[in-house]
T-cell receptor
Framework: AQSVSQHNHHVILSEAASLELGCNYSYGGTVNLFWYVQYPGQHLQLLLK??????LVKGIKGFEAEFIKSKFSFNLRKPSVQWSDTAEYFCAGRNQAGTALIFGKGTTLSVSS | DTAVSQTPKYLVTQMGNDKSIKCEQNLGHDTMYWYKQDSKKFLKIMFS???????INETVPNRFSPKSPDKAHLNLHINSLELGDSAVYFC?????????????FGPGTRLTVL
């Protein structure tokens, strides 16, 4: 069955630390992958997406992700986090039928100032 | 100028009641979705509608019924509410041309069943 898994449940960092959140997907074929962020009390916002082409994807707010097909991974990175990055981060993949997103269980990022 | 809007934002009700959550998108998208986010923040697809046709229905009890009067609206009606229905429900929309387009999410409706 198709699935998306996120390795880290809760990550705690100090400001200016580097961030990497893991994401793996389990299906083959056409792969469309996304990272969404959910700030406290708010809706999901798209950080970045991968459809094809350059495996290194740049997103908003200084985030980037790298699609590594051989590892079935799409890890999210940011070189220097800020307190305002405190949020839930969700990795998601489009299902094979293209009819819905399959989400990982999310990672809570807490950044202390 | 809100892209995807939902009402109400909060909904508190008693077990056994029937309630509806409304969703509207002004993006001109042809597909709309309902997702459920449980207490552990896990998001799971419930329904999607494309051009007024239900195209998926993922193991959702038949107490839940999506209703789409037009392609800009996808309302969620829930009959005989149960405690386990307490969650945050998110509406989303996308343009289903190809498979790669992103989904835009509404602000969510927090449903609490007492």
């Amino acid at each position: 069955a198709q699935s998306v898994s996120q390795h880290n449940h809760h990550v705690i960092l100090s400001e200016a630390a580097s961030l990497e959140l893991g994401c793996n997907y389990s299906y083959g074929g056409t792969v469309n992958l996304f990272w969404y962020v959910q700030y406290p009390g708010q809706h999901l916002q798209l950080l970045l997406k991968y459809f094809s082409g350059d495996p290194l994807v740049k997103g908003i707010k200084g985030f980037e992700a790298e699609f590594i097909k051989s590892k079935f991974s799409f890890n999210l990175r940011k070189p220097s986090v800020q307190w305002s990055d405190t949020a839930e981060y969700f990795c998601a993949g489009r299902n094979q039928a293209g009819t819905a997103l399959i989400f990982g269980k999310g990672t809570t990022l807490s950044v202390s100032s | 100028d809100t892209a995807v809007s939902q009402t109400p934002k909060y909904l508190v009700t008693q077990m056994g009641n029937d309630k509806s959550i409304k969703c509207e998108q002004n993006l001109g998208h042809d597909t709309m979705y309902w997702y459920k986010q449980d207490s552990k923040k896990f998001l799971k697809i419930m329904f999607s509608y494309n051009n007024k046709e239900l195209i998926i229905n993922e193991t959702v009890p038949n107490r839940f019924s999506p209703k789409s009067p037009d392609k800009a609206h996808l309302n969620l009606h829930i009959n005989s509410l149960e405690l386990g229905d307490s969650a945050v429900y998110f509406c989303a929309s996308s343009q289903r041309t190809g498979k790669g387009n992103e989904q835009f999410f509404g602000p969510g409706t927090r449903l609490t069943v007492l």
